[in-house]
């Protein structure tokens, strides 16, 4: 007998140590003493993370594009955003629409890890293509 309220009670102990906060949209996670982060709410117009990986390696080319020209001081962020504001009307996506998946893809490490990896393979094939 106990035995049984051994195992029962290192059963009941097993479960509640294993427990896991589940995180939310509007929850704070501290990093650090200094530093606090909320979690993104999903958008309502989510982009699939396939696209925001082709929107996120366009940018990236338009960026080196935009710093590469000869351009005077200062002229190449605003080329740049010519070049974003471009690339995000091809696909009928306003810049507020945009930030809102990348905050939201950006803001957790396991979908960030996803949407960096998938997006220096692509540029990397690109670039063993040179189709850049």
């Known amino acids: 007998m106990k035995?049984?309220?051994?195992?029962?009670?290192l059963g009941l102990l097993g479960l509640?140590?294993?427990?896991?906060?589940?995180?939310?949209?509007?929850d704070k996670i501290k990093i650090n003493d200094s530093t606090e982060v909320?979690?993104?709410?999903?958008?309502e117009k989510l982009i699939p993370k396939e696209l925001m990986v082709s929107l996120?390696?366009?940018?990236q080319i338009a960026e080196v594009i935009?710093?590469?020209?000869?351009?005077?001081q200062g002229k190449g962020l605003g080329r740049y955003?010519?070049?974003?504001?471009?690339?995000?009307a091809q696909y009928k996506l306003d810049t507020t629409v945009f930030r809102q998946n990348y905050e939201?893809?950006?803001?957790?490490?396991?979908?960030?890890?996803?949407?960096y990896s998938a997006m220096m393979d692509s540029l990397l094939i690109r670039?063993?293509?040179?189709?850049?």
Do not use: H
């Open 81 to 88: 955003k010519k070049y974003e504001g471009y690339i995000l």
């Open 104 to 115: 939201y893809y950006l803001g957790d490490v396991r979908r960030a890890e996803w949407i």
């Open 38 to 43: 909320i979690i993104p709410p999903v958008p």
């Open 127 to 132: 670039k063993s293509k040179k189709n850049l």
């Open 66 to 72: 935009a710093t590469n020209e000869a351009l005077p």
């Open 56 to 59: 996120l390696v366009q940018m």
């Open 3 to 9: 035995t049984i309220k051994y195992l029962l009670f």
């Open 16 to 26: 509640f140590a294993c427990e896991e906060k589940i995180i939310q949209a509007g």
